[in-house]
């Protein structure tokens, strides 16, 4: 969401509720209400994730390029340099499980963290995005994405009448 | 504040000031006062000390050390079996307990997962340290060379290589990771170039809905995938020595018996840091005997299992009565019967017993010095695999024995300081309580009225992923 | 062609005088660390005759094991070097690349012969000293490990010496060090390969037993018995 977000400050859950569902018999639609929270809020207690999650599949798509990546450092390291120890085997498999699955888990790991950063939407240092320091107070603040004029009014006016604290339209990213 | 629930009472974070809250908690993080420089003076000082120490060994020769043929692996290899085992505490902590969904665990998570990813790094500096051309270090890397050089992964000293970085950048991703939620309320707090420093690290983390539900899925992932790689880690520094022709190494069961004492050590190691940072910092609205009962149990259970892969071990070799295993066996009622006692005693005669008594696991002084006599057990232990399997081994005639020379212990002392001192500077800079988990614990936690009496309720935290449960 | 390096100490022979270990020091760069080094278990001998004790006084004998390298078929130290700085090699060798090596010393562990030793100092050989050095081989730095090659210096030079005259090595062309040197010649080296070499004959002699054989290692080392007769 982007453009001009219309937030409010509520005192605690119950009000930013209230106000949520308010918002939404204006009507307005769910994926452009969120909630800005020191706590983690349950889905669908004050507005409800929209998107699906899918970084995960990159988990699995990390595992394999890893196993592959294990998988090509043993047997390029055996067939590059085939040098007999202890009479084994040039392609000694068990060590080669052991390195496939070592550096599998590395590649599921790093697709982790890099598609979760990426989905998250962390490190967009040079966006300007939408904050309230005074949410770490108890305070929930909560976001709705509107079109300016008319409908940004009508946001506006429906959270102050459901007890938000400095109500405002602001310009940034959710 | 919040509105009172039909089930009588709001959450309990509603009735907590959150600004209070976060002073509490965030103590460690207040400017640094002489003391706190006095401290981190004499942890570098102790640190610069062994690093010397090591430059000389590098310089002179692995024969400033006490090692001898056939005892080619001593004091150093038994600290980096040792560290590593103590970075297991962190994985089982936050990971296990996260899966398990244990809500009493919020308060030792980053001092404990700060534990793993310090002790990984001073444990993987020991196989740096202990090789006798340690400038030559980088023929142990894959990296193509004019010669066409590559290293021989069939050695268990390279599965080393690889695990224990798979572990150190899994353990430092769960770390940082798990801490943005609450560098980002730092960053909402802090002024100055504090403020600068916290916004840079928090990745511009706001809390919002669908960052906290994505952040949930990401951790739940990191816990389920770092606990196999720790697993998989002990296993094979325990396969470093069980893969070996040695009597006493050559033993399947190294693998879950070396896992086991790095879990018990780990644990023991949390307790001991955790008691400290409570102490320093008075955290003790935070860190209660809820904490520290919990972990207790934990403890006692691990005495259990360590005693337990013990004495299978033991049975097999007494029973069997093969020469070669039994000499070594023999030598610990010979010349390695202070080794022998000292790890049977503190890692399971007094710890499993103590540790049974619910008095001591509310009573921090005695599981502190309970832990201590963990770490110290375990620490013989190593020492002993490592050493009287080498000691008595297949040839009689060159049997003998060993001791660490001034050298291997300014080594350790310098290792041990540098862990310290790395976890003071940590706690200086970043939260060393998780406070949002905290947070989140209060949010969840509610008053209900059953009947005549009020019990505390905590809610159900969102599955990952799954939505509403309508 | 192809050789099989085997040698053969027949112990009724060995009288535990060791000019085999000090021809041994004295042919391949070995260092001298002194009887204090020696005494905390650093002695650098190649070959050491392991004395042990049979019996109680008045009647005990010493009983003498010169123990090499056994240059193993399946040799338990060259699966864990991790760099490769030890192998075995088309002759049938366990072979060591010194500047290869990083000393893990995971070898040393491994050889349940304990025959590897690691050069815990740098050596220095005062002058005039330094003219006894053998060219053929280096002097090695601290740090690496090191142990018994067969002479393999003196097997290349037999090599490129056949080669050169267009012929086959002959049998006991080849002579490491210990065996020129042992005064009662219990030392006998020679290529299996060969059917007519002294080696493969005295492979068949029913005195012999190999250390350790138990451990799955398959030495190329055999030992003949010590036979127990009149005045022994």
């Known amino acids: 969401m982007s453009g001009v977000v219309v937030v409010g400050l509520f005192e605690g859950i119950e009000k930013a509720a209230e106000a949520g569902n308010a918002l939404r018999a204006l009507p307005l639609a769910e994926d452009r209400i969120t909630t800005l929270s020191s706590v983690p809020l349950p889905d669908g207690s004050v507005s409800r994730d929209t998107r699906q999650i899918r970084f995960p599949r990159v988990t699995l798509i990390g595992w394999f390029a890893g196993a592959l990546a294990g998988l090509a450092l043993a047997l390029g390291t055996y067939l590059l340099y085939p040098l007999v120890t202890g009479g084994k085997a040039i392609v000694s498999v068990p060590p080669t499980l052991i390195i496939t699955y070592e550096v599998a888990m590395l590649g599921a790991l790093i697709g982790t963290i890099v598609a979760g950063f990426l989905e998250m939407g962390l490190m967009r240092f040079r966006t300007k995005l939408i904050h309230d320091p005074r949410i770490h107070e108890g305070k929930i603040l909560l976001c709705a994405s509107v079109e300016p004029g008319s409908q940004a009014e009508q946001v506006i006016t429906t959270m102050k009448a459901a007890g938000g604290i400095d109500v405002r339209s602001e310009e940034g990213e959710l | 504040m919040n509105g009172a629930s039909s089930q009588g009472g709001g959450n309990h974070l509603a009735r907590t000031d959150q600004g209070e809250l976060y002073r509490e908690l965030s103590r460690s993080n207040l400017p640094a006062t002489r003391r706190w420089y006095a401290v981190v003076g004499l942890l570098l000082l102790v640190t610069l000390w062994g690093v010397g120490c090591f430059v000389y060994m590098m310089k002179v020769g692995m024969g400033v050390t006490g090692l001898n043929r056939p005892v080619m692996w001593g004091a150093l290899i038994a600290s980096f079996v040792f560290w590593i085992g103590l970075s297991h505490s962190g994985t089982l902590i936050s990971a296990i307990l996260r899966i398990t969904n244990a809500t009493w665990r919020a308060p030792i998570l980053r001092g404990a997962e700060a534990m793993t990813a310090f002790a990984l790094m001073v444990g993987g500096l020991f196989p740096l340290i202990h090789i006798g051309r340690n400038w030559r270090f980088y023929y142990m890397l894959p990296y193509p060379n004019s010669r066409q050089l590559w290293p021989n992964l069939r050695s268990p000293l390279m599965w080393d290589a690889v695990a224990i970085n798979t572990y150190l950048l899994g353990s430092l991703t769960f770390l940082y990771f798990g801490m943005i939620p609450d560098l980002a309320i730092a960053r909402d707090h802090a002024t100055g170039w504090r403020k600068r420093f916290y916004t840079v690290l928090a990745l511009g983390f706001r809390g919002s809905h669908n960052e906290w539900r994505r952040y949930h899925v990401a951790s739940t992932i990191f816990a ?247 | 062609m192809k050789h099989t390096w085997a040698m053969a100490i027949d112990l009724d022979r060995c009288t535990g005088c060791g000019a085999c270990g000090v021809a041994c020091t004295a042919e391949n760069n070995v260092a001298v660390v002194g009887e204090a080094e020696v005494g905390k278990g650093r002695s650098m001998h190649w070959l050491r005759i392991a004395r042990y004790w049979d019996g109680e006084y008045p009647e005990a004998t010493a009983v003498y094991l010169p123990v090499p390298c056994m240059q193993c078929e399946r040799a338990p130290c060259e699966t864990v070097c991790p760099v490769y700085a030890t192998y075995h090699n088309e002759d049938g060798l366990n072979a060591m690349v010194y500047n290869r090596c990083v000393g893990t010393r995971y070898c040393a562990n491994n050889c349940p012969y304990s025959v590897r030793v690691f050069n815990w100092f740098d050596h220095i050989w005062e002058k005039p000293l330094d003219e006894q050095l053998s060219p053929d081989l280096t002097v090695r730095s601290r740090g690496v490990m090191e142990k018994c090659t067969f002479c393999i210096q003196r097997i290349r030079r037999a090599k490129e010496t056949a080669a050169e005259e267009g012929r086959q090595i002959r049998d006991g062309e080849v002579v490491p060090a210990c065996v020129q040197t042992c005064p009662p010649g219990a030392l006998l080296f020679g290529d299996l390969a060969d059917p007519h070499s002294e080696i493969t004959r005295k492979m068949k002699d029913p005195r012999r037993f190999r250390l350790m054989e138990h451990l799955g290692t398959e030495p190329r080392v055999v030992y003949l018995k010590r036979q127990k007769g009149a005045g022994r």
């Open chain 2, 224 to 470: 389920i995938l770092i606990i196999p790689v720790a697993v998989s880690v002990h296993s094979i520094v325990g396969w470093d020595f069980a893969m070996a022709k040695v009597p006493g190494w050559h033993s399947t069961i190294f693998a879950p018996y070396f896992v086991t004492g790095a879990i018990f050590s780990g644990l023991a190691g949390v307790v001991l840091v955790m008691a400290a940072l409570r102490k320093v910092y008075r955290l003790e609205n935070a860190l209660t005997t809820v904490q520290f009962e919990n972990l207790g149990k934990l403890l006692c259970t691990m005495s259990l299992l360590w005693g337990y892969f013990y004495f299978a071990e033991f049975l097999t070799v007494w029973y069997n009565r093969n020469p070669e295993e039994w000499e070594v066996y023999r030598s610990y009622g010979g010349h390695y019967l202070p080794l022998w006692l000292s790890m049977v005693v503190c890692n399971f005669v007094v710890p499993f017993p103590l540790l049974c008594m619910r008095r001591v696991r509310r009573s921090i002084p005695a599981l502190c010095f309970v832990s201590f006599l963990v770490v110290v057990g375990m620490y013989a232990e190593r020492f002993l695999i490592v050493v009287t399997s080498l000691a008595r081994r297949n040839d009689p005639f060159i049997w003998r024995n060993y001791f660490p020379t001034w050298v291997e212990f300014s080594i350790l002392a310098g290792a041990l300081a540098m862990f310290l001192l790395l976890y003071t500077v940590f706690a200086k800079l970043f939260p060393i309580m998780a406070v949002s988990d905290i947070q989140e614990r209060l949010f969840q936690t509610t008053d209900r009225i059953v009947g005549g009496t009020t019990v505390e309720s905590i809610a159900r935290p969102e599955a990952a992923g799954e939505g509403e449960h309508g």
